[in-house]
């Protein structure tokens, strides 16, 4: 592994550095930026990391998949303190510029490509996070000179000639898969392998054409991507991180405090869905609870989303052994070996079969849905067996999930299958909650947290970190005008019908 450079960098936000209050938009420093290795390596162990942060401390919890049984200001839809979302995406995307720019400066259009995916992924994230956001000048290089980058409308930021869709077709189109060498061992998702870079470019289109799908028409788009064919088709095409347990693939849940793993535990949600359907993964999301171990019977518990009263029992399953082996308490790497994950393959046939359910694509409802399902029992080494199935097929058959015609069976297993896919899970239980104008009967899985401090609406966004009001104040105040206010309930376009 190449060591990480340490950079000093200000983005966009105008990061206050120290006493000193330095507030700017550099880049990188001119004598270290013309290794891509050092920036891709970077750019990838950090979104990693970041990505499963963001759903063990944020999206898992507010999509219910888990609980916590302290401290649940997210739980309760109380949501305050988010903004290290927006430093540490701003952080990477300033890298992946980076990329971007060698690539081209050093006519390796691969390069170039990979700059343009990781940036157009980690400002999908923002944007979908915290609604406008600076875009077009945001976590520029010191060149250029942007001191106070404006917010861009996310109209524009999703459709523009610049935008996110068309920065994604653009990179489709740079992938050289028979040329044009990348280095193998600081590409930690592929390994150098540009066909898979070129299904993850496509693959991420999908996402974020789903996420519009209700503003515009993206049918012709769709189809386009689906017959081109190169989209994640199998489980190794995800892109996952694998954790090593070095310096820069130290399991990032592992290294947590402990107290901040005990107090995360399988939601009663998730617990009826897994109950309902006798669901394999319940053995790798969760851990049996302490009671159970070393019996014939396995028990799991699960803790209820909300506030104090809401659970009356004081005892829920942990994550499962995947995510931290607990008690015992290994060497990190050892026994926390869940990958860290940007997308899979699962999600994309859930995309898919919506799409088709939708009238976007012409493909079968039923064979995506189905291929979803079985995608995410392998990633996750499903135990069928275990859970009393003779194979996939028969769990499919015979536990009531088989698809029937059932818009709402899509949903379900994608939120079940979307479980620590960064901030994933959260958006898309939001952006299926817009579609039915927050009406929580749509989503039958589903309920408002208990006791929530909200209205019993799910928050529809993060808000702008304080710095942002105070250092960049008239983009900023133009920007919460133009979205209707800055709480953690304005509807961004995206969620406006």
């Known amino acids: 592994m190449k060591k990480l450079s340490q950079i000093l960098f200000s983005i966009s936000l105008f990061f206050v550095i120290g006493a000193c209050d330095k507030i700017g938009n550099k880049g990188l420093n001119p004598q270290v930026e013309k290794d891509p290795t050092v920036e891709l390596t970077t750019i990838i162990t950090e979104g990693a990391r970041n990505s499963m942060l963001q759903a063990f401390t944020i999206s898992n919890n507010a999509a219910q998949l888990t609980a916590n049984s302290s401290n649940n200001s997210i739980d309760i839809y109380n949501w305050v303190g988010l903004s290290d979302t927006w430093f540490s995406l701003f952080s990477n995307i300033i890298k992946a510029r980076n990329l971007e720019a060698i690539g081209n400066e050093t006519g390796n259009p691969n390069y170039e490509a990979m700059g343009i995916i990781l940036r157009t992924w980690l400002f999908s994230v923002l944007t979908d996070a915290y609604g406008d956001i600076p875009y077009s000048q945001g976590a520029q290089s010191q060149e250029n000179g942007v001191l106070f980058p404006k917010y861009d409308a996310q109209e524009q930021i999703y459709t523009g000639s610049d935008g996110l869709l068309a920065e994604l077709r653009r990179a489709n189109n740079l992938i050289n898969t028979s040329g044009n060498a990348v280095d193998t061992e600081a590409d930690l998702l592929y390994g150098g392998d540009m066909s898979k870079w070129k299904k993850f470019c496509n693959s991420l289109r999908l996402r974020l054409l789903m996420r ?3 503003k515009i028409n993206v049918a012709q788009e769709m189809q386009e991507v689906v017959n081109e064919g190169a989209i994640f088709t199998s489980v190794e095409d995800g892109a996952h991180f694998s954790y090593t347990g070095d310096f820069a693939g130290s399991h990032p849940i592992f290294t947590l405090n402990l107290a901040d793993f005990e107090a995360k535990r399988l939601s009663q ?11 394999p993964r319940l053995g790798r999301y969760a851990r049996q609870t302490e009671n159970s171990l070393g019996s ?3 028990e799991y518990l699960g803790w209820v989303s909300g506030g104090s009263g809401c659970d009356p029992d004081s ?3 942990l994550l499962g052994l995947p995510y931290y082996d607990f008690p015992g308490y290994p060497i990190v790497g050892q026994n926390a070996r869940a990958e860290g994950i940007l997308m899979s393959h699962a999600e994309v046939e859930f995309i898919l079969a919506e799409a088709a359910q939708k009238g976007l694509i012409s493909n079968s409802v039923e064979d995506h849905y189905k291929a979803g399902i079985q995608s995410s029992l392998n990633f996750h080494d499903a135990d069928l067996p ?3 199935w003779k194979n996939f097929d028969d769990f499919y058959e015979n536990s009531g999930i088989a698809y029937q015609d059932q818009a709402e069976k899509i949903m379900e297993q994608k939120w079940i299958a979307l479980f620590f896919t960064g901030l994933e899970p959260y958006f898309d239980l939001r952006r299926r ?10 989503i039958p899985f589903l309920s408002p947290a208990c006791n929530n401090s909200n209205g019993d609406r799910l928050p529809l966004r993060f808000t702008y970190p304080e710095q942002e009001e105070q250092l960049n104040t008239s983009n ?3 920007a919460v005008n133009r979205m209707g206010g800055n709480s953690q309930n304005t509807e961004m376009w995206l969620l406006v019908n």
């Open 212 to 214: 519009v799908s209700s």
């Open 269 to 279: 949600t998730a617990l009826d869905y897994f109950n309902t359907y006798s669901d």
């Open 296 to 298: 014939n019977q396995a």
């Open 315 to 317: 005892e829920a399953s």
């Open 386 to 388: 275990d859970f009393g």
């Open 433 to 442: 909650l817009a579609e039915f104008d927050y009406d929580w009967d749509a």
């Open 476 to 478: 900023w105040e133009e």
